[in-house]
C-alpha cells in the first residue's frame, strides 16, 4: 500500500520525467524510452560500453545526467 510520501515521490518524479506530457499513454512511452536510454549507455559485463562510444560519448545518460548539466 502507498503511503502519502510514497506517492508524493512518485508523484514529483513523474512531474519531472513525463510533466509536459498530458495523457498517461504518451508518459508511459517517455518513461520507456528514457529508461532504454539511461541502459544503453550501461557498461557491459565485459566493462565495455556498446553505444556511446569514440565520438559519440558525450551524449550517454551518465554526461548529460551529472550534476553540473543540471539547471
Same mark, same amino acid.
Given at each position: 500500500?502507498? %503511503? =502519502?510520501?510514497?506517492? +508524493? +515521490?512518485?508523484?514529483?518524479? +513523474?512531474?519531472?520525467? $513525463?510533466?509536459? $506530457? =498530458? !495523457?498517461?499513454? =504518451?508518459?508511459?512511452?517517455? !518513461?520507456?524510452?528514457?529508461?532504454?536510454?539511461? &541502459?544503453? %549507455?550501461?557498461?557491459?559485463? %565485459?566493462?565495455?560500453?556498446? &553505444? &556511446? !562510444?569514440?565520438? &559519440?560519448?558525450?551524449?550517454?545518460?551518465?554526461?548529460?545526467?551529472?550534476?553540473?548539466?543540471?539547471?
Amino acid at each position: 500500500m502507498l %503511503d =502519502s510520501e510514497i506517492k +508524493r +515521490r512518485i508523484d514529483a518524479c +513523474r512531474n519531472i520525467l $513525463v510533466g509536459k $506530457v =498530458s !495523457t498517461p499513454n =504518451s508518459q508511459v512511452e517517455q !518513461t520507456i524510452i528514457a529508461l532504454i536510454y539511461k &541502459f544503453m %549507455d550501461a557498461e557491459e559485463l %565485459d566493462g565495455q560500453r556498446s &553505444f &556511446f !562510444t569514440n565520438e &559519440f560519448a558525450q551524449y550517454g545518460w551518465s554526461k548529460l545526467m551529472a550534476p553540473g548539466m543540471g539547471l
